[in-house]
Protein backbone atom coordinates (compact mmCIF):
# COMPACT_ATOMS: atom_id res chain seq x y z
CA UNK A 1 0.00 0.00 0.00
CA UNK A 2 1.09 3.57 -0.64
CA UNK A 3 -0.99 6.29 1.47
CA UNK A 4 -0.61 10.03 -0.55
CA UNK A 5 -1.41 13.25 1.02
CA UNK A 6 -1.51 16.90 -0.55
CA UNK A 7 -0.80 19.85 0.50
CA UNK A 8 -0.80 23.40 -0.47
CA UNK A 9 -4.09 23.83 -2.09
CA UNK A 10 -6.06 27.52 -0.80
CA UNK A 11 -7.67 30.70 -2.60
CA UNK A 12 -5.27 32.79 -5.24
CA UNK A 13 -6.09 35.22 -7.55
CA UNK A 14 -5.93 34.83 -10.69
CA UNK A 15 -2.05 35.33 -11.88
CA UNK A 16 -0.98 33.91 -8.69
CA UNK A 17 1.13 30.97 -7.94
CA UNK A 18 0.77 28.11 -6.05
CA UNK A 19 3.02 24.90 -4.78
CA UNK A 20 1.43 21.72 -4.10
CA UNK A 21 2.89 18.75 -2.51
CA UNK A 22 2.15 15.20 -2.32
CA UNK A 23 3.73 13.14 0.61
CA UNK A 24 4.31 9.49 -0.02
CA UNK A 25 4.17 6.81 2.40
CA UNK A 26 4.21 2.87 2.78
CA UNK A 27 6.45 1.64 -0.17
CA UNK A 28 9.70 3.02 -1.60
CA UNK A 29 8.87 6.28 -3.42
CA UNK A 30 11.13 5.91 -6.36
CA UNK A 31 9.55 2.69 -7.53
CA UNK A 32 6.69 4.76 -8.30
CA UNK A 33 5.62 6.80 -11.44
CA UNK A 34 4.13 9.78 -10.02
CA UNK A 35 1.20 11.63 -11.79
CA UNK A 36 -0.96 14.90 -11.26
CA UNK A 37 -4.97 15.12 -11.83
CA UNK A 38 -7.63 17.83 -11.35
CA UNK A 39 -11.44 17.55 -11.17
CA UNK A 40 -13.74 20.21 -11.45
CA UNK A 41 -17.12 20.56 -10.19
CA UNK A 42 -19.44 18.55 -12.18
CA UNK A 43 -16.60 17.44 -14.40
CA UNK A 44 -14.17 14.33 -14.86
CA UNK A 45 -10.85 13.53 -13.29
CA UNK A 46 -8.38 15.47 -15.84
CA UNK A 47 -4.60 14.69 -16.31
CA UNK A 48 -2.30 17.71 -15.51
CA UNK A 49 1.20 16.20 -15.40
CA UNK A 50 3.49 13.51 -14.53
CA UNK A 51 6.77 12.74 -13.78
CA UNK A 52 8.81 9.49 -14.28
CA UNK A 53 10.74 7.28 -11.44
CA UNK A 54 13.55 9.32 -11.45
CA UNK A 55 12.42 12.84 -12.17
CA UNK A 56 14.37 13.22 -15.49
CA UNK A 57 10.85 12.98 -16.97
CA UNK A 58 7.58 15.14 -17.20
CA UNK A 59 4.87 15.47 -19.28
CA UNK A 60 2.18 17.97 -19.50
CA UNK A 61 -1.25 18.46 -20.52
CA UNK A 62 -1.87 21.32 -23.00
CA UNK A 63 -4.07 23.34 -20.90
CA UNK A 64 -0.80 23.90 -18.17
CA UNK A 65 2.23 23.35 -20.16
CA UNK A 66 4.62 26.34 -19.62
CA UNK A 67 3.16 27.33 -16.32
CA UNK A 68 3.01 24.52 -13.71
CA UNK A 69 6.07 22.25 -13.32
CA UNK A 70 6.84 19.05 -11.51
CA UNK A 71 8.99 17.82 -9.88
CA UNK A 72 9.56 15.27 -7.16
CA UNK A 73 12.43 14.74 -4.12
CA UNK A 74 12.80 11.37 -3.78
CA UNK A 75 15.17 11.58 -0.94
CA UNK A 76 11.79 13.28 1.18
CA UNK A 77 9.18 10.86 -0.75
CA UNK A 78 7.40 14.11 -1.96
CA UNK A 79 6.26 15.40 -5.24
CA UNK A 80 4.94 18.76 -6.10
CA UNK A 81 3.58 20.87 -8.50
CA UNK A 82 4.28 24.63 -9.14
CA UNK A 83 1.32 26.49 -10.19
CA UNK A 84 2.17 29.93 -11.97
CA UNK A 85 -0.14 31.91 -14.07
CA UNK A 86 -3.14 30.53 -12.35
CA UNK A 87 -5.99 30.89 -14.30
CA UNK A 88 -9.81 30.94 -12.82
CA UNK A 89 -10.08 27.58 -15.16
CA UNK A 90 -7.61 26.05 -13.01
CA UNK A 91 -10.07 25.81 -9.97
CA UNK A 92 -10.37 21.91 -9.34
CA UNK A 93 -9.70 19.79 -6.80
CA UNK A 94 -6.21 18.28 -6.98
CA UNK A 95 -4.70 14.97 -6.56
CA UNK A 96 -1.47 13.20 -6.82
CA UNK A 97 -1.66 9.51 -7.83
CA UNK A 98 0.86 6.25 -8.08
CA UNK A 99 1.82 3.65 -10.41
CA UNK A 100 4.73 0.89 -11.02
CA UNK A 101 4.07 0.61 -14.22
CA UNK A 102 2.49 3.19 -16.86
CA UNK A 103 1.64 2.59 -20.26
CA UNK A 104 -0.51 5.90 -20.43
CA UNK A 105 0.37 8.28 -18.28
CA UNK A 106 -2.29 10.75 -18.88
CA UNK A 107 -5.25 8.06 -18.60
CA UNK A 108 -6.50 7.96 -14.73
CA UNK A 109 -6.93 4.17 -14.33
CA UNK A 110 -3.34 3.49 -15.06
CA UNK A 111 -2.70 4.58 -11.40
CA UNK A 112 -3.10 2.39 -8.39
CA UNK A 113 -3.08 4.73 -5.54
CA UNK A 114 -4.45 8.05 -5.18
CA UNK A 115 -4.78 10.84 -2.47
CA UNK A 116 -7.89 12.94 -1.01
CA UNK A 117 -6.97 15.68 -2.78
CA UNK A 118 -6.66 19.47 -2.06
CA UNK A 119 -8.84 22.10 -3.61
CA UNK A 120 -7.61 24.78 -5.04
CA UNK A 121 -9.80 28.26 -5.84
CA UNK A 122 -8.54 30.76 -8.52
CA UNK A 123 -10.42 33.69 -8.19
CA UNK A 124 -10.85 36.39 -11.37
Known amino acids: QVQLVESGGGLVQAGGSLRLACAAS????????MGWFRQAPGGSREFVGAINWSGSHTYYADSVKGRFTISRDNAKNTVYLQMNSLKPEDTAVYHC?????????????????WGQGTRVTVSS
Open 26 to 33: GRTFSDYF
Open 97 to 113: AAARSVNNYYYPGTYTY
